[in-house]
């Protein structure tokens, strides 16, 4: 008996020991979720259960922030992200790949009448999309004002981007395809399709995207999509950030100048641990990169690239220059002088 009563005594003391200790230490609730943080922001509800289309109409004025990998995409939303009413955060890498499957069920016709068949018409897809990107793009990071989100080739499907939500603008990065190329291989970014091995394939490919997502960004017109030269945000900083804070109707922050000093803080930038730009953005903006690939691609590619890279010339970039001299590249060519300079070279090719 007395053993027993031991044995409860002991349990006793544990249990108060136990709870003295977790008392004194603070208990802490499970963390809320970015999306619950968000609405109780932005909307004074914490319902979770709500749907974020209710509070979110299409016409949200997100930001997308998109180009070829190794263009300045990362340098770009850190900036934004120093902002005190911005939030991009990291890349999602599945929007991309949700929008590429949305194109590819619009560019067949058998899975579209198979689609409309079965009562998934274009506005049910397009509903659905618009729900599953809000719902990453305000899940995925701090609550904010505005919200961003930054994979590069989101915006090859800048169009589509454009059509279901229509407020969005968007920051299409564009940089000398020659130094893109060269830091995609030198750090061995792996993109489905390119060979690493290859300047001439790269460059190649790199040229056809660029195409895709320019005309796209011409396409959605000044006032929805702004390109952003590279070479301009790090050689003139303060003056491309105040014309990008124009842009999205955002009120001037000095703190975009200085964003590794946010780094990891609170409503600050945060950073991936497993993005190749990661190391880069963790310093001031510099110039460092500007001119790293000038020696480093094989002169039958170099002897060749107005041909292989047609883009370069269309972007302002001498395809003949290594390197171009970078404060004095040409204007980037507008969609009517592109289309007169093709009209041009084709009636030259088959006169009457």
């Not at 049910?124 to 961003?148: K, Q, T």
Request: charged share 20%; glycine share 6%; aromatic share 6%.
């Amino acid at each position: 008996m007395r053993n027993k009563t031991n044995f409860l005594l002991g349990c006793v003391l544990l249990c108060s020991a136990s709870l003295l200790y977790l008392g004194m230490n603070g208990i802490d609730c499970p963390r809320k979720s970015h999306r619950h943080r968000w609405m109780e922001l932005n909307m004074a509800s914490g319902n979770q259960s709500v749907p974020l289309t209710e509070h979110l109409p299409e016409d949200t004025p997100l930001i997308f922030i998109g180009g070829f990998p190794r263009s300045g995409t990362t340098l770009t939303r850190v900036m934004l992200d120093a902002h005190n009413a911005v939030r991009c955060g990291e890349e999602t890498r599945v929007i991309p790949r949700l929008l590429a499957m949305r194109a590819t069920w619009s560019r067949s016709v058998k899975e579209r009448i198979r689609l409309d068949e079965a009562g998934v018409t274009d506005q049910v897809l397009d509903a659905a999309v618009r729900a599953f990107l809000l719902e990453v793009i305000v899940g995925h990071g701090e609550p904010a004002p505005r919200l961003c989100n930054k994979d590069p080739f989101a915006l090859k499907s800048l169009s589509y981007l454009a059509r279901i939500f229509p407020k969005a603008k968007f920051v299409l990065m564009l940089r000398d395809g020659r130094a893109t190329v060269h830091s995609m291989i030198s750090r061995k970014v792996t993109i489905s399709g390119f060979d690493l091995t290859s300047y001439r394939d790269c460059l190649t490919k790199w040229s056809s995207a660029l195409e895709t997502m320019f005309s796209q960004c011409q396409a959605a017109g000044e006032a929805r999509c702004l390109p952003v030269r590279y070479e301009q945000l790090v050689l003139h900083p303060e003056q491309e950030m105040r014309q990008l804070l124009h842009f999205l109707e955002l009120q001037w922050d000095s703190a975009v100048l200085h964003h590794e000093e946010l780094i990891g803080k609170a409503g600050g930038v945060s950073l991936s641990r497993v993005e190749r730009s990661t190391d880069q953005v963790m310093k001031p903006v510099n110039t460092e990169a500007l001119s790293k690939w000038v020696g480093n691609i094989p002169p039958d590619v170099i002897n060749d690239m107005a041909e292989i890279a047609p883009m370069l010339a269309r972007l302002g970039y001498d395809p003949h220059a290594n390197p171009p001299d970078y404060t004095k590249l040409e204007p980037l060519a507008s969609p009517f002088n592109h289309l007169q300079k093709e009209k041009t070279a084709a009636a030259s090719l088959h006169p009457s």
